[in-house]
């Protein structure tokens, strides 16, 4: 089994470099930084805005595999270089990181726990009411774009505010500003104002998760080991369970990886809708600011997140399925 | 896979032969949701082309006596802030929402049947450096490159749009189509042609992509619905689609901040999308039925089947979480029917 996941551990590290490689290439030449100081009021002279350029390494007369190769030498002491306003872009990086994991992390992991729940549910009970009943939900679901979620939630909100007098639960912001009391009111805090955007992150993978999950369990319910397991004397729920779901489950974790771009990609709108100050707000902003080295951060945390949760699905798979090890 | 594999022993899998082609058609009319969905496209199309004959106004010629006006017989879904019909705009928007999907799905589903056909038939090197691309691809988040591209491509206008669209949503498509070919290469009828002398890119023509044809037809339905919601976020943002042009997204994103007050900027737009994309997943569904060779005559199904396994639509741009390609049904459904 360590031999495989060093295998894949060799394959994603090889992934990532050309991956950040290529992002970088891109970056540095179709965003000009160069305009940004151009349209600055009163417009800087000429040398000075050559000497900025150089000093931030955006110069666009540096070769781009130079400015990469010295982004790179940056990178090894962990230092991600300056952002076009001239501070360090770690600092933008380690506060904006955590606003995002902690939407990423729980939006996906309920998607995924409700998903695999709400489908192998169904496919137990299937063509019954409630199995119907999942299936029109899922394919409403599956038809309308995260940032639609979003922008309905946030109406949805705005709506029971204005009804109410107050506002019900929060739509804009990850904290309330200038909140007293303790931790603890903190972090009810913290969890009111991740209802809505986690919700609209975890439906869509309900939606896909629970459809696939759905097949995979069915495929498992009619096969004999099942039949087996239970004629030994484990209760249906039971058999269900260790024999069934587990087994279904295997398929399922590839996906996971997969989708984790998929899930990054709608919390950059539901960040931008909900006004979090995260990695998504942040690639919009510095591709319209034209600032290069945050552009390159965001891509790299994205190419690392999912290089690790593959590498977890594969782990995850070695894990489950006896076959993959050997 | 192995169901779509069982197709080849019928190769003239095309139209003409009127066994199948009646036969898919008769299943596809049985299934209650393809045939809904297939009305609603049709219905969603004459309103996007034929629409803007049926009002007097046209989408960028402002109404001044009447603005933010609630939808009357006048202006049958409103006006706007500057007195632009919004039905006008909603169905012009419409059509080129439908026009983007349309073209994405076709030039993604070429590219990725080209890719995945020659992985999988010539092996060695062609097919890890093409799996590399793939991964690659699927790593870089493409998002990132539409964006920041897209803004140089002002003057190429959508087609360019279209392009980039299509370039970042082949590999997963590809990556199926690749797995089917190394099974299929190993069949006698490939086998055949080889040792006739036939040239590798016509047996992989000739012989190989029709049997998965009918894989590619659900995905590339599928596909039209995944590519209209991209479409719809990324000019949402301002990097797809950008004004005066109109589409969804950008009406969605010019009524968004006026949507609690004035709600018919935004939710007529935004109910029209949702129909359009439910409306071709159904489609796509009842297709992977009908188009199911293990399947039973013309008789209604009722089941959910998923062709080719696993098929992870995650790393898809920025549909839903994930877009449902092939999300929906599985095999086993009707399996499990049988005794």
Not at chain 2, 74 to 90: C, K, R, S, Y
Not at chain 2, 136 to 157: M, W, Y
Request: with cysteine; net charge positive.
């Amino acid at each position: 089994m360590l031999r495989y996941l060093a295998k894949r551990l060799s394959y994603y590290a090889v992934l990532l470099i050309a991956a950040v490689f290529l992002a970088y290439a891109i970056s540095a030449t179709a965003l000009q930084p160069r305009t940004y100081f151009d349209a600055k009021v009163p417009r800087p002279a000429a040398e000075s805005v050559e000497r900025q350029l150089t000093a931030l390494n955006l110069n666009d007369h540096t070769p781009v595999v130079e400015r990469f190769g010295h982004w790179a030498g940056g990178l090894l002491h962990g230092d991600l270089g300056r952002t076009i306003h001239d501070t360090p872009v770690t600092d933008d990086f380690g506060r904006r990181v955590w606003v995002s994991l902690r939407l990423l992390l729980i939006g996906s992991l309920l998607g995924i726990v409700l998903g695999v729940a709400a489908g192998a549910w169904s496919a137990v009970r299937q063509y019954r009411i409630s199995d119907r009943l999942l299936t029109v939900l899922s394919f409403v679901l599956l038809s309308t774009p995260v940032f639609l979620v979003a922008l309905l939630l946030k109406n949805g909100a705005i709506a029971a505010k204005d009804a109410a007098g107050h506002e019900v639960v929060p739509f804009t912001g990850y904290e309330t500003p200038g909140l007293g009391g303790g931790l603890g009111a903190h972090l009810a805090d913290w969890a009111l104002h991740l209802l809505l955007p986690t919700i609209s992150l975890a439906l869509g993978g309900l939606a896909t998760y629970s459809r696939y999950q759905r097949g995979t369990m069915l495929d498992v319910l009619g096969s004999d080991y099942l039949r087996t397991a239970e004629a030994k004397g484990l209760t249906r729920g039971r058999a269900l369970v260790k024999h069934g779901l587990r087994t279904a489950v295997i398929p399922m974790s590839t996906m996971f990886a997969y989708s984790f771009l998929g899930i990054f990609t709608g919390a950059i709108f539901t960040e931008t809708i909900f006004g979090w100050h995260g990695m998504g707000e942040w690639l919009i902003q510095s591709i319209n600011e034209q600032d290069v080295n945050s552009v390159v951060a965001v891509n790299l945390f994205t190419a690392v997140v999912v290089l690790a949760s593959g590498f977890l699905a594969d782990t995850l798979h070695a894990a489950l399925d006896p076959r993959v090890r050997s | 896979m192995t169901t779509v594999v069982a197709e080849s022993t019928t190769p003239a899998a095309a139209p003409r032969a009127t066994g199948r082609g009646r036969l898919v058609l008769a299943r596809l009319l049985a299934a209650r949701g393809a045939a809904i969905g297939a009305v609603l496209v049709l219905l969603l199309f004459a309103l996007a082309f034929g629409g803007p004959y049926l009002t007097p106004w046209d989408y960028a010629t402002p109404d001044f006596g009447a603005l933010h006006q609630p939808p009357s017989t006048e202006h049958w879904f409103g006006t706007n802030g500057v007195g632009q019909d919004v039905f006008a705009q909603t169905v012009r928007g419409l059509q080129k929402s439908l026009v983007i999907g349309l073209l994405v799905a076709l030039f993604s589903t070429v590219l990725a049947s080209l890719v995945g056909a020659c992985a999988g038939y010539f092996g060695g090197w062609t097919d890890r450096a093409l799996m590399f691309l793939v991964d690659l691809l699927l790593v870089f988040p493409s998002f990132l490159i539409i964006t920041i591209v897209s803004p140089r491509l002002k003057s190429t206008g959508w087609i360019a749009f279209v392009l980039l669209l299509a370039l970042f949503n082949w590999m997963i498509t590809a990556r199926v189509v690749r797995s089917m070919t190394i099974s299929l290469r190993e069949r006698e009828f490939v086998r055949a042609a080889q040792f006739m002398g036939v040239r590798p890119l016509r047996i992989i023509g000739r012989h190989v992509l029709p049997n998965v044809a009918s894989f590619l037809i659900i995905d590339a339905t599928i596909a039209v619905g995944g590519a209209v919601m991209s479409e719809t976020a990324l000019s949402y943002f301002g990097f797809g689609v950008k004004p005066p042009d109109v589409s969804l997204g950008t009406l969605l994103a010019a009524g968004t901040s006026e949507a609690p007050v004035f709600p018919w900027l935004f939710y007529f737009a935004a109910g029209l999308l949702v129909l359009f994309v439910l409306a071709v997943n159904l489609i796509g569904d009842g297709l992977r039925d009908a188009l199911d060779p293990t399947a039973g005559g013309g008789r209604r199904r009722r089941g959910f089947r998923l062709r080719g396994a696993s098929r992870p639509r995650g790393a898809s741009l920025l549909g839903g979480a994930s877009t449902p390609r092939g999300a929906s049904r599985t095999r086993s459904d009707s399996r499990r029917k049988k005794p």
